[in-house]
């Protein structure tokens, strides 16, 4: 039976989530297919079955994983033959910490530049669960939100200082060779390129040069996802 993998789709067949391309770049390392179904925010019932609320869900023959993490050391586990996704067990224990970063820092820091550019990219049934769960969320309106941009873009410049640091000196997060780490942080920005028009690197950064180098991983899987306009 085909893989699966529940994912999270706007309107025009956009797949915007952070955690679901970590999923998606995951099983390209580990040179696995899978289909991936397009799932939107208002569709809770069909993802019963995984005991999850969220996406990614990962189906694959009797097992149902939910979570980007879960996912991932799922298939590092399970498919031991193919690439390493963390080079063994300490890489394990450092990835989580990249992995925890762009959770709490990086994910809310984008998700505020981002929020108004979202909206206007989901489809109509989803908008309204979106805008009042976002809105309960971060305690202020999307409109709000968006006038605020230029304050949360210099904040999350701020918050890139670490992994700027760190590829100044290195290719990419994981080393001489991009892994799960890469992934966690790239699925972040790859959100952004594809629901925001608004590009939130400049081409000076080294995040900027890293994050093309992640487009072009796999044949250019992540370019083959147009950026939004
Ligand atoms: N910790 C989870 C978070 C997954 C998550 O929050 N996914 C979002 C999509 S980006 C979701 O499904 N949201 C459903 C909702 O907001 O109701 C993971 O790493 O997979």
Not at 176 to 181: F, G
Request: with cysteine; charged share 25%.
């Amino acid at each position: 039976m085909t893989r699966q993998v529940y994912d999270l789709c706007g309107a025009n067949d956009v797949r915007f989530s952070p955690y679901c391309w970590r999923t998606r770049m995951a099983l390209a390392h580990k040179q696995l297919d899978a289909e991936f179904l397009a799932w939107h925010f208002t569709e809770q019932e069909k993802l019963k079955f995984s005991g999850s609320r969220t996406v990614p869900v990962l189906v694959d023959g009797d097992e149902v994983i939910s979570d980007s993490w879960r996912i991932a050391n799922y298939l590092e586990t399970t498919y031991t033959e193919g690439p390493s996704l963390f080079g063994g067990e300490r890489g394990a224990e450092l990835t989580r910490f990249t992995h925890a970063w762009a959770d709490a820092i990086l994910v809310p820091a984008v998700a505020r530049c981002v929020i108004g550019d979202i909206l206007e990219r989901i489809e109509l049934k989803d908008q309204a669960y979106f805008r009042a769960s976002r809105e309960e969320r971060f305690g202020l309106s999307l409109e709000q939100m968006t006038e605020r941009r230029p304050v949360y873009v210099q904040a999350l410049d701020t918050a890139l200082l670490p992994l700027r640091v760190c590829l100044r000196r290195q290719s990419w997060v994981a080393g001489e060779a991009p892994a799960y780490a890469d992934y966690s942080i790239f699925g972040v920005f790859q959100w952004a390129r594809v629901i925001s028009p608004e590009d939130l690197l400049t081409t000076e950064d080294p995040v900027f040069e890293w994050r093309e180098k992640m487009l072009d991983q796999f044949d250019g899987l992540g370019r083959r996802f147009a950026a939004a306009s």
